[in-house]
């Protein structure tokens, strides 16, 4: 007698099976966790606009310490401009540090620093303009008050 095997044909379509159950994108069994699909699109859409909005705020925070430090060193460079005027200006009197003098003009273009502020003359001129009024920092730079 000759034993011939009959071919098993699987009654499920191949389209509806796999070798791999776990690559699947959803349960393969009726016990198995449930798995949704999701929309992938949305997800990343979702994130997307979480990540550009948490770049722009911490570009606009960068952005604000940018410009004050541009401003610190618009000040620094004001006072380091007035600094060397009132040092090549004439001064009779040797300026302490933490008091207030005042940066003159005189007919002769020439910068005089005097202790004296410019509603203290009365009515004399003494100098052709009044350039501003300044204290002396700790640094040796002066500090611009008008």
Request: no cysteine.
């Amino acid at each position: 007698m000759a034993s011939t095997k009959k071919e098993f044909i699987n009654p499920i379509d191949k389209d509806k099976i796999t070798e791999n159950p776990g690559t699947l994108p959803y349960a393969h069994t009726v016990g198995g966790a449930v798995v949704k699909p999701t929309k992938q699109g949305l997800i990343r859409s979702k994130a997307l606009t979480a990540m550009q909005q948490q770049t722009e705020l911490q570009l606009a925070q960068i952005k604000k310490q940018i410009d004050l430090l541009a401003e610190q060193a618009k000040e620094i460079s004001e006072r380091r401009q007035i600094s060397e005027i009132i040092y090549s200006a004439r001064m009779g009197f040797k300026p302490e540090i933490g008091h207030t003098y005042h940066l003159y003009e005189n007919n002769k273009e020439e910068y005089v620093l005097s202790m004296i502020g410019p509603d203290e003359w009365g009515n004399s001129k003494a100098f052709k303009t009044f350039v501003t009024s300044v204290t002396l920092l700790a640094d040796h730079t002066w500090e611009i008050l008008k």
